[in-house]
Each structure stands twice: as C-alpha cells, then as structure tokens.
C-alpha cells in the first residue's frame, strides 16, 4: 500500500478507490446508528430506565478519555489499518451480544461491556476516520469529499434507524445487534481494497514514546497560524450549537405545544439543510475564500439559532431550522476540509482527535447546562445566549487574519 491511490487527479465521486472508502464509511455508519437503536432497546428491557440512560452514557467517558491517544495511534500505524482493525472489534463484539442475547437473556452487563468497548475502540476509530481522507484522494478533492461524507451521515441517520426498529420488530434486539454487527463488517472487505498514499518512514518512531507523540501533537497545533484558531472556532460553535439543537429543541416544542410531530419536522428541517450543504460541496467540489465562508457562515447560523426561540408557528420554525442546517453543514464541512488541507499528514490524527474531543467532549458539557438555564430564564434568552457563544467562533475566524484568508486547494 506504498503507493499513491490511484485517480487522485480524478473528481473523488468518479474515482474508484474513494467510492469504495465511502461505500465502507457508509456502512459502518448505518450499522452504528442500528446498534444504537439496539442498545438503547434492549438497556430499556433490561433494566430501569435510569439504568438505561447509564448504559447509552457509559461509552462517552472511554471515548473522551482515549481520544487524544487514539490520535497518537492513527499517526503511528496509519489510519486506514487503524479503522479496519477498528470495525472488526467492533463487529465481533456487536455479533457476540447478538449470539448471547439469542441464547440467554443475560441482563444488563453484556450491554454495559459493549458500550464500555464501543466507546474504547470509538477513541481509537474516529480520529482515524478523520484522518484516511487525505490519504485516500488529492487535496484539491478534500471538500468534495466532505461533502459526499456528509450526505453519507445524513443517509446513515435516515435509514439506520428505521432498519434497526424494523429488526426489533421482526426479531427482537438480538436481531438488530446481528444486522448492526453484519453492516459493519461490510466495511472491512471494501476499506481492504482501498488504496492509500503513505507517509515515508520515520526511523525515530519507535524511539519516541505515545506521550512525546503527543505533545509533539498539541504543540504543533498551538504553533499552527490556521489549525490553532480554526478548532477554536470548532469548539464555540459545537458549544453553543449543541445544547439548543438538542435539549432546548425538545423543551421548545414542549413549550409551546408543537408535540412530537412538530419537533420531527423542525428536526428534519435541521436535516434537509444540513444534506443541501453536502450536496452544494459534493457537486461543486471547491468554494473559493473557504475561511471567510466558513466564518460568515457560523455567525449566520448563530444568528438563526437564536431566531430559532423565536419563531411563531411549526412552519417559521421549520424554515429557521433548515437555514440553521444549510449554514451549519456548510461551515462543518469547510472546518473539515480545512484542517484535513493545512494540517501535515504526519499529524493529522492528533489534529482530528483534538477538533473530535472539542465536539465529543466539550460540547456535551452544554446539555446539562443549557437544560438548567432554560428551567431558571426560559428558551429564549438560553438560546440567545447560546448563539452568541456560537457567534463567536465566526468572530474568531474573522478576526484572524491568518484563518480568513485560508483557502482549499484546487
């Protein structure tokens, strides 16, 4: 696997080997979201549901915890043996419940050890998930590849859940872990053939321990003029965004009595804006002043967020939550291919695991507090709040000359 892939110069959604990359990403992505489906059924069988809210939280603390190690581990052994290794965990340890659960009925611990292990391997996984683009095409096809990744989420996210509930229906959760467990490994035959351009070999590696890789890591992004502020300006946006698209939605709707029907279509507006920004980068594959962009385009949906509290009916919301989706999935993926453009290849899982911990792990942290502060102030004024958290991301990136002036390559 020495050698550049094949078709580098090609258009990344007429190139072979990306398309197997994506087949396998996609996969494994509809599988993850069946397994969730899965878990969180048969945790709510099994137990309380407090107990079942432990067992869906369980797999964040090794997650957060490992991440910044499983970017050591993605730059060390490269990110394409790290992801097939890492779906062939977490396909056999899926496939084993699904075996114990057709057996037995074995209660809550099997649940907690997988999601114990989804969550290790996840520390590992996504750093390296985020890294394997840059070696699978050439940058000049980093945000077209963004783009199709991100159309590939929203398909993971409509169909992941359906298929996992119809496996309920039919079979129970063991049958939903079995199909979860076999999606995945779809992924590991295809990402197989997937070709990858590798980094020469460094003679010091096996000198230098994880933890010198490590802060060689995180000094070379506190150095870095763009990465720096741009996973900054990632961390405030997911911190502001994240709390109010979650937990202040689902209080909003409550609130003013749109109940679960109006919350769906505000969430699929979410959705449907979020899939037209990938599909704007799949289709044109570059947009010029890329950090000016992905700037304007965070404060404009901090803008709508906050505008989000406020709107009179189902329909103003829905059209305010698509505008939130569009400029979100539009700054999302520019911030991706940004780091993925200016970050050296040699460290781009630590440089993809620091930006994953702003997002898996900081972000989160909002959650709670945002569901405090609506119960002590009222949504508006949180989700005001929120945006302007959000808002000053997009300050940051404007306001850094270095930032606003980075471009994609072509």
């Known amino acids: 696997m020495g050698s550049a892939p094949a078709g580098t110069d090609r258009p990344a959604h007429r190139d072979g080997n990306v398309l197997r990359w994506l087949g396998a990403y996609t996969s494994s992505m509809i599988g993850d979201n069946v397994y969730y489906l899965a878990l969180s059924w048969a945790a709510v069988q ?55 659960l057709f057996a037995t009925d074995p209660g809550l611990w099997p649940l907690a050890l997988l999601a114990v292990v989804f969550g290790t391997v996840d520390a590992v996984f996504m750093p390296a998930v985020g890294a394997l683009p840059a070696r699978v095409t050439g940058h000049g096809q980093l945000a077209r590849v963004q783009g199709m990744r991100g159309l590939a989420i929203r398909f993971a996210n409509v169909v992941g859940a359906p298929l996992g509930g119809l496996a309920v229906a039919l079979g129970g959760s063991a049958t939903a872990f079995g199909l979860a467990g076999l999606l995945i490994a779809v992924s590991v035959p295809l990402l197989i053939s997937v070709r990858t351009r590798e980094l020469p070999a460094d003679d010091k590696t096996a000198e230098r321990t994880a933890w010198r890789d490590l802060r060689d890591g995180l000094g070379y992004i506190r150095r870095h003029r763009v990465l720096a502020p741009l996973i900054a300006a990632i961390a405030l946006g997911e911190f502001g965004f994240v709390g109010p698209l979650n937990v202040g939605l689902t209080l909003l709707t409550d609130q003013r009595g749109w109940g679960a029907a109006g919350m769906g279509w505000v969430v699929a507006g979410f959705g449907t804006g979020a899939g037209a920004a990938a599909l704007l980068l799949t289709v044109r594959g570059h947009l010029p002043h890329a950090g000016r962009v992905a700037g304007v385009a965070i404060l404009g949906g901090s803008v709508a967020i906050g505008a989000l509290a406020y709107a009179p009916s189902v329909a103003a919301a829905v059209g305010v939550a698509l505008l939130v989706g569009l400029l979100a999935g539009l700054s999302g993926a520019l911030c991706g291919a940004l780091l993925q453009t200016h970050a050296d290849p040699a460290y781009l899982g630590r440089v993809t695991a620091v930006a994953g911990l702003a997002s898996l792990g900081l972000a989160p942290l909002s959650m709670p507090v945002a569901a405090a502060a609506i119960g002590w102030w009222g949504t508006g004024p949180v989700f005001v709040a929120s945006a302007a958290v959000c808002g000053l991301g997009g300050v940051l990136a404007l306001c850094v000359r270095d930032l606003r002036r980075a471009e994609l390559p072509r």
Do not use: E, N
Request: net charge positive.
């Open 46 to 100: 099994a137990g309380t549901p407090s107990q079942a809210g432990l067992v869906m939280a369980v797999s964040a603390v090794p997650r957060a915890l490992l991440m910044l190690g499983g970017g050591v581990v993605a730059d060390r052994f490269g990110p394409r043996k790290v992801v097939i290794g890492s779906d062939a965990v977490r396909c056999a340890a899926v496939l084993a419940v699904a075996a114990l």
